[in-house]
């Protein structure tokens, strides 16, 4: 697997957010199933802003997978998200995650990957993408 950050930022605010991210996976987005939580590698529960961040939140409690375009609808709706990860998934009966996206203290996005393609789509989309 391979990981990147994306750390693109004016004044130490980050420049985008997931909705941004998930217009750069194009169809791979929608064609997935996701899931939603909180970041289980630092230990620390979901956490967004917006309007539809208290539906994020809910869905990262139940642990349920949403359609991609679902989850496009509701980045749209949030404003940032702080903490959170979202786990990809080629269709409802996949066990392996394809891609994972995590927000990291509204610092940086780390997604991970094995698709060369998703690669390419990230660093022509956004200007700060580093290895992990």
Same mark, same amino acid.
């Given at each position: 697997?391979?990981?990147?950050?994306?750390?693109?930022?004016?004044?130490?605010?980050?420049?985008?957010?997931?909705?941004?991210?998930?217009?750069?996976?194009?169809?791979?987005?929608?064609?997935?199933?996701?899931?939603?939580?909180?970041?289980?590698?630092?230990?620390?529960?979901?956490?967004?802003?917006?309007?539809?961040?208290?539906?994020?939140?809910?869905?990262?409690?139940?642990? /349920?997978?949403?359609?991609?375009? /679902?989850?496009?609808?509701?980045?749209?709706?949030?404003?940032?998200?702080?903490?959170?990860?979202?786990?990809?998934?080629?269709?409802?009966?996949?066990?392996?995650?394809?891609?994972?996206? /995590?927000?990291?203290?509204?610092?940086?996005?780390?997604?991970?990957?094995?698709?060369?393609?998703?690669?390419?789509?990230?660093?022509?989309?956004?200007?700060?993408?580093?290895?992990?």
């Amino acid at each position: 697997m391979h990981i990147v950050r994306i750390y693109d930022m004016t004044d130490s605010m980050l420049d985008f957010d997931l909705h941004h991210i998930l217009a750069a996976l194009g169809a791979q987005a929608t064609e997935c199933s996701w899931t939603v939580s909180g970041v289980t590698a630092y230990d620390v529960d979901f956490d967004a802003t917006g309007e539809q961040a208290g539906r994020l939140e809910e869905l990262a409690a139940s642990g /349920r997978r949403i359609k991609g375009e /679902r989850l496009q609808d509701l980045a749209n709706g949030t404003q940032q998200v702080i903490w959170g990860e979202f786990q990809a998934y080629a269709d409802a009966s996949a066990t392996v995650p394809v891609l994972i996206l /995590r927000a990291i203290d509204s610092s940086f996005y780390e997604v991970t990957t094995n698709d060369p393609h998703v690669l390419q789509n990230l660093r022509a989309t956004f200007r700060d993408v580093r290895p992990a």
